[in-house]
């Protein structure tokens, strides 16, 4: 090889290492370990094939994707995403804040408050909440439909919320709008405080998803 | 190769798969590469780097074992090698594939 190729292969390398590392973050550490320092060893062996990595090696997804379905072997069902997975962490990490804030809620609801005000509070907080869930106990092979359909669910939840909460106080005071109308509102605070935050973490998350939990099906080893 | 076919080569290779490997084991130690390499020519594996986790669920299940090559024959590889325990599982499979092989060659024979 002259000095060029020889650059071009070492650079070529680095990126597939790079795409790599990310891929296989979808598996538990020893897993992960093994099979990564497995395919740098090939990576050296295979310095004198002229083809690309990806097409000589394969996809680091394709086997991020072997590696799930082996530790699902191990397992002896589907698992879920580790939780050293940056998406996931990003997940756990939007319940970790809002959970303690939804039961905060959920015991004001305890207390004597008008039933309007009770409507008010689970709206605030339900929505999150529920659509938080599904996304921290979905299996690798559902992660991203589960994932996106709540985070889209969710976005649409924050429109909502904003767009109502502009035209009411556009409105401005006193509202023509019914009293019980306001039971609908969530308020600014309650949505650049919380909401925003927490929806730009989950779409975080899907963003910096590995391509192995984006795939759609299953494909051979 | 249509799609109908090449699903079901995808799901034979797969229940296969892991036997082959310790079949190949069984003849001679192998390291990554030339294990690949050798199951993938023989249309085993799609792609090479998919082996790697089936050899680490085989090592963490006891079927394989690894060891580190002489640095003085060259570039230090890690070796992959049978255990008892996988030798086992290779005559486990063997006896239960062969009739099994037999049954399926003989009605895929007569069927019209």
Same mark, same amino acid.
Do not use: K, Y
């Given at each position: 090889m002259t000095p060029t190729t020889l650059h071009d292969r070492a650079a070529e390398q680095r990126d597939y290492v790079k795409v790599l590392n990310k891929e296989l973050a979808v598996l538990p550490p020893a897993l992960r370990e093994d099979t990564f320092r497995d395919v740098n060893e090939h990576l050296e062996d295979a310095q004198d094939d002229p083809r690309p990595f990806s097409e000589s090696i394969g996809a680091p997804s394709d086997i991020a994707r072997s590696g799930l379905e082996q530790n699902d072997l191990t397992a002896g069902k589907v698992v879920r995403p580790p939780a050293s997975l940056l998406s996931k962490r990003l997940q756990l990490l939007t319940a970790a804040i809002y959970t303690p804030l939804t039961i905060v809620a959920l015991l004001g609801l305890?207390?004597?408050?008008p039933v309007g005000f009770r409507f008010s509070i689970l709206l605030q907080f339900i929505p999150l909440f529920v659509l938080i869930i599904p996304q921290l106990f979905a299996r690798w092979t559902s992660w991203w439909p589960i994932s996106l359909l709540c985070t889209a669910l969710y976005v649409g939840y924050f429109i909502a919320a904003l767009s109502f909460v502009t035209v009411f106080f556009a409105?401005?005071? +006193?509202? +023509?709008? +019914?009293?019980?109308?306001?039971?609908?509102l969530v308020g600014w605070q309650t949505l650049l405080v919380i909401h925003a935050p927490a929806l730009a973490l989950l779409v975080t998350a899907l963003v910096r998803a590995p391509a192995v939990l984006r795939a759609r099906t299953r494909r051979g080893a | 190769m249509s799609n109908d076919e090449d699903k079901i080569l995808t799901n034979l290779r797969k229940g296969v798969l892991e036997f082959s490997v310790l079949a190949a084991l069984a003849k001679e130690r192998g390291y990554g590469r030339n294990l690949a390499h050798s199951l993938s020519e023989r249309g085993l594996?799609?792609?090479?780097?998919?082996?790697y986790p089936l050899l680490s669920r085989l090592r963490s299940t006891g079927l394989v074992d690894t060891e580190l090559s002489d640095p003085a024959d060259g570039r230090q590889r890690r070796y992959y090698t049978l255990t008892p325990a996988g030798r086992a599982r290779l005559d486990g499979f063997r006896a239960a594939w062969v009739p099994l092989r037999d049954t399926v060659d003989e009605l895929l024979e007569t069927t019209p």
């Open positions: 305890t207390q004597v408050v409105a401005g005071w +006193p509202t +023509p709008f +019914p009293a019980v109308v306001t039971r609908f | 594996i799609a792609s090479e780097g998919t082996l």
